[in-house]
């Protein structure tokens, strides 16, 4: 028996990980051995002499390595949320020991056939549609991973893998050190023009921490963000834009050129040993859309209804920075600023006199509030439970009936051991085992406005809607009423992962409940009629603008990830094309866009950037279903529970989003919400 915290049930409320018994040097080890214990229940299936069937073969599968799934969710969430050279160390270590790992299930003959024997004559009569669904996605698994590849293209897929696991991950760490590289540090006062007191306190703040005089400016999204909006100084904001915008292109030690050439290339070979024309056929096909053309179709579609209201968006920024003294033509660092501007003047509204109404601890009390008017959820604060880092808070959660529902951790802000952006994890999943139903442990992890001395935090509005995004996906994990983890929770097709996410910042735009939570900090005075009534006005705001823009995104995925043949190409070069059609400004040299693009080089996106816009459509779609009925009614929200968030992966989306609707989505919804259409 080992003393090892890793490898032993965890003595905790919930049985949650405790943080500060693990030590760095626990992982290697735990993993070593994880590995190894999950290696021989492999074996014991494999080597089992009775007739495989459902139970003693998919079952047996799905269940084995528990433990170090356990193990691999604390330590890649706490990778990308509280990490160090020690961890990042260890990553690169363990990351090739698991793909290996995972290979050593996916390309074991007897395993596959034992496998397929179940497949092909398994009666599926006496499965459940549940069972059904496990037993078909673990033999598409298997087929996905390469198991009826044989000799020489088995070794080569085995190669291509273990080598993209490293570059994937060499890609997000170069990003890292880019991003925290740079520093603008600023100490005269006349080149802070424009810029709002809360940004130059937590300037302020920063600079102080480093023993510094001054302001320093980052190009974490707090700090670039509102800089990109509000600083006067055009040079200021150029230097900033082009610091942001070479990320990973200054051909330094943390380029990402060379890595993304290799990572294309790698995966259209492994694509095309797998029988597919490219990646992107190999991805969608487990996807909603099912293949690049009906994608590509999808993204003209919405191009031809948003170009021409974003040229004029664009050009409407344009007149006005001209005519407030913009000389030449409007480049990507004015746009922001003028942009800003413009929004001000037309609707009296920026993101500086919404903020002092959104203090984040209303607006939690406010989104988990609508988790209880919806689905009657109820949270209570738990100390008690391990956390791994100061700031981070835990929640039990409760049904309607008082059944215990999940853990629920919170990480608001942001930290130079943090990535970038918001995101939803979970440290266990739901699914039900010998002994019962296993609640799950779900996280969300953000980059939100710190407080300051003086001030706590409060949020940008676009900070809330996040806030409501992020929380929509903890729901999906946190309701997830399945059997078997494999199909639980979030694991659903990509493009359908945001309808949850997605259809909560519907709500953020709904005048009920932005009362709710929209208290001033100083006067407590709720947030006033004609403020709310701005903030709706001008969702719609340069909408043209902000759909081409995610278009553009898709389209710069999609072109690489539709190569069929390794990349030989000049890196710029290909994303400018790829990109072209969408573009609104003039190219700006020296900088890139893919080179910073992690959604796709070091996350799940690849093939699936689409999947954003996909889901809009979904939700927008889905929400009439609310707005007919009224957005806080019981039953169709019970009916988007059952049939949406309890249902994870167990039917395909397009039945599961029928059984809630009553239809196919249409895409009207969206493009009347957006105001693309009348
Ligand atoms: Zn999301």
Known sequence: MTNNI??????????????????????????????????????????????????????ALETSGSQLGIVSHIFFNLNHAETNEEIQTIAREVSPLLTEYSNDIWLNDKLF????????????????????????????????KGALLEGDSREHYREITTELSKLTLQFGENLLSETNDYQLHLSNKEELDGL????????????????????????????????????????????????????????????NKELIKKIVSLRVQKAKLLGYASHAHFVLEEHMALNPEKVNDFLSELLDASLEVAKSDVKEVELFANDNGLEGDLQRWDYPYYSEKLK??????????????????????????????????????????????????????????????????????????????????????????????????????????????????????NEVQTFLHEFGHALHGMLSNVIYESLSGTNVYRDFVELPSQIME????????????????????????????????????????????????????????????????DVITFEQESMKATELFPPVEGTAFSTGFAHIFDGGYAAGYYGYKWAEVLDAD?????????????ETATRFRNEILEKGGTAHPMTLYKKFRGHEPSIEPLLKRSGLKK
């Not at 409320?13 to 290697?28: G, H, S």
């Not at 023993?211 to 900033?240: C, H």
């Not at 300051?452 to 409060?458: I, M």
């Not at 889905?622 to 019981?634: L, R, S, T």
Request: hydrophobic share 35%; net charge negative; glycine share 6%.
């Open 344 to 461: 001000a003047e037309k609707y009296g509204l920026d993101d500086e006199a919404t903020r002092p109404y959104f203090q984040l601890k209303m607006v939690e009390q406010g989104v988990l509030g609508l988790a209880t008017k919806l689905y009657g959820l109820s949270f209570r604060e738990n100390n008690n439970i391990s956390v791994y880092h100061d700031e981070v808070k835990t929640y039990e959660v409760f049904d309607e009936d008082g059944t215990f529902l999940s853990v629920f951790y919170v990480d608001y802000h942001p930290r130079t051991t943090k990535q970038g952006g918001a995101w939803m994890t979970s440290f266990r999943e739901q699914h039900r085992d010998g002994q019962g139903d296993v609640r799950p442990h779900v996280s969300i992890v953000c980059n939100f406005t710190r407080p300051t001395d003086n001030k706590p935090s409060l949020l940008t509005f």
């Open 196 to 255: 709002p007191d809360g940004i130059l306190e937590a300037a302020a703040a920063l600079a102080k921490s480093q023993d510094k005089e001054g302001w320093i400016f980052t190009l974490q999204f707090p700090s670039y963000v509102p800089f990109m909006k509000y600083a006067e100084n055009r040079e200021l904001r150029r230097q900033m834009y082009m610091a942001y915008s070479k990320r990973g292109n200054n051909d330094n030690e943390h380029d």
């Open 113 to 144: 056939s034992k496998v397929k024997q179940v497949y092909e004559h398994q009666n599926k009569n006496e499965l459940t549609s549940e069972q059904v669904q496990l037993l078909e996605e673990s033999y598409k698994g298997f087929v996905r």
């Open 6 to 59: 890793l490898q032993q049930k965890f003595d905790t409320p919930f049985q949650t990980p405790p943080f500060e018994l693990i030590k760095e040097d626990n992982y290697l080890p735990a993993f070593k051995e994880l590995i190894n214990s999950s290696k021989e229940q492999i074996n014991k299936i494999v080597e089992s002499p009775e007739i495989p069937d459902f139970y003693n073969t998919i079952v």
């Open 622 to 634: 889905a929400f009439e279903a609310f707005k007919e009925n009224g957005i806080f009614d019981k």
């Open 506 to 569: 519907n709500w953020g735009t709904q005048k009920e409940w932005l009362k709710d939570v929209g208290v001033h900090y100083q006067t407590d005075e709720v947030i006033p009629d004609e403020l709310i009534q701005k903030i709706i006005d001008s969702e719609n705001y340069q909408s043209g603008y902000a759909t081409v823009r995610q278009l553009s995104f898709g389209m710069n995925d999609m072109a690489w990830h539709s190569l069929i043949e390794p990349f030989e190409g």
